[in-house]
């Protein structure tokens, strides 16, 4: 039947975890990533015939998350206020969910980069994307890449590195 | 803390984070986009036809009965669709009929008709042309003794003016059936459209005998 499609399937199944977590990076929030990561899937299996031939399907998926995110900011922005998802990167970090595995204040770090870094960070560590490929889906040059790169790891290790408390003499 | 431990430390920091929508639900979404996805696509297609089928119209169809393919509204043989605003058809008999699509290219239809020899003024801007003027009838010269009257448009006439449509609406193609023969001497016809332009279903056209002249109907 035409509308199965096994390496869809499989697709999905490889890569959805690895968008969830690079969306999440840059929207910040679980249930907001889920959904935009979910349409972004749906249509790449409505558009399978040409997203199977991208050269990076689940960058793919991750672009058209991140503009279905603001496609959803942009309508909401005409029924209520809310913030743009540019600048909620630069709120105060808020774990998307404090009981999840892992070290919190690395996420919480993670929330605090600027939001480019953060999609960065995203792409090259969640999808190991190369520098080239990351800076096609951004839209930037490979340099520009680099240096987001450079600066977010040094902010992570700077904001990560460990507090040592003098102890004061007895 | 060297960049392959802060990277593995980040990554590790998601490791509990899974998707865990099902594939099928995602299929689902995915017949729902490509659902969306069809109905401007074949709307598209369609007009796209459309537009083909006027256009081989415009360039080898021409007009059976009056010998003129007005440019940009042209006229078909039987079984061909035409999509043109308007058409000019003569008629056996010397009647012309003027089929109404849209009102548009009022200048062409007026030049057309009068070149039909039917003195016209044509306006769609949604108001008659200031130059016009009723023409008073005072009986219909054309009339056989003993024949019931008939009109120069449609075989009827209501006076100075009249909504052509039927329904009041101009919504739908609508025709005109011209006889200049019943047109009184000195005569012309105005058509012109009441209420809102291009707004179908929002405004009526109109055809009323007024006399003619230089400044409304060209002679």
Redesign the interface.
Known sequence: MRDQRPDFTEFYQRSRDGCLRAVLVSVGDQDTAQDVVDEAFARAWASWRTVSRHPAPAAWVVRTALNANISRWRRRHREVPVPDPGLVADFPAVPWDSRGPGDPRIRAALMRLPVRQRQVVALRLFLDLDTRRTAQVLGIAPGTVKEHLGRALASLRDDLKPTYHQESPS | ?N?NE??T?????????????P?A???K??????AR?RVPAVAAAGAAAAAAVAVSVALTGSHPAAGHPPAGHPASGPGVVRLAAWTVTRQAGGSIKVTFREAADAAGLQRTLRADGVPASVTFTGGQNPACRPYTFSGSPSTPAGQPFRGPVNGLIGGPGFSANPKGAYTTPYALVISPSRLPSGAGLQIWTSGTPGAAGNFQLQVGVVQASPQCTGS
């Open positions: 803390m960049d802060l990277i430390a980040v990554r590790e920091s998601f490791t509990g984070v899974h998707s865990t929508t594939a639900q995602i299929v979404r995915g017949r729902a986009v490509r996805r």
